[in-house]
């Protein structure tokens, strides 16, 4: 992923924006991911997600779209459209499940995020590229993170 790209916005030049929000964090709601999903969609509404992030992807995003009972692109939508702060959008999420959400769901879906570890060669790929010798390490939050903060590194080193 190349982070050192930049953007001509209304106001200049604009360096893109690794999301560091991590999987593992949750607002008020309690459901893990939903706030680094709200910071890529949002990144991207401004067009500052760094090249070869998914602004919406498959892997935790697709499962906390489902968790949540959302329409990716309806989200994806309100987001660009409406531009909310990250307590603006989880309200909308309330919303969109008739005004509550079962907080059984909510724990399903963060069991199912901190379960989830990559594929071993994906995750031996990762490891690799960030320097992490313990192979022990496969969950994907803990290497997403990695890789994130890898690519906030590289980015401030000009790479």
């Known amino acids: 992923m190349t982070t050192t790209g930049s953007t001509t916005g209304s106001t200049g030049t604009r360096e893109k924006i690794v999301p560091l929000v991590t999987s593992d964090t949750a607002g008020p709601l309690g459901a893990i991911h939903l706030p680094r ?11 500052l997600l760094p090249e070869g992030y998914d602004e ?5 995003d697709q499962m906390t779209l489902t968790a949540m009972n ?10 660009r459209t409406n531009r909310p702060t990250y307590v603006q959008f989880e309200r909308w999420v309330v919303e969109q499940n008739g005004g509550t959400i079962d907080p059984e769901r909510i724990r399903k879906h963060n069991e199912a995020v901190r379960g ?18 313990d192979r022990m390490v496969t969950d994907a939050v803990t290497l997403n993170k990695l890789e994130d903060l890898d690519e906030l590194h590289n980015q401030l080193a000009g790479k």
């Open 37 to 47: 999903l709200w910071a890529k969609l949002s990144l991207a509404a401004a067009n």
């Open 56 to 60: 919406c992807g498959p892997g935790f």
């Open 70 to 79: 959302l329409d990716r692109q309806k989200t994806i939508d309100y987001v």
């Open 116 to 133: 989830y570890n990559h594929a071993d060669a994906l995750a031996a790929d990762m490891r690799t590229s960030c320097g992490l010798t």
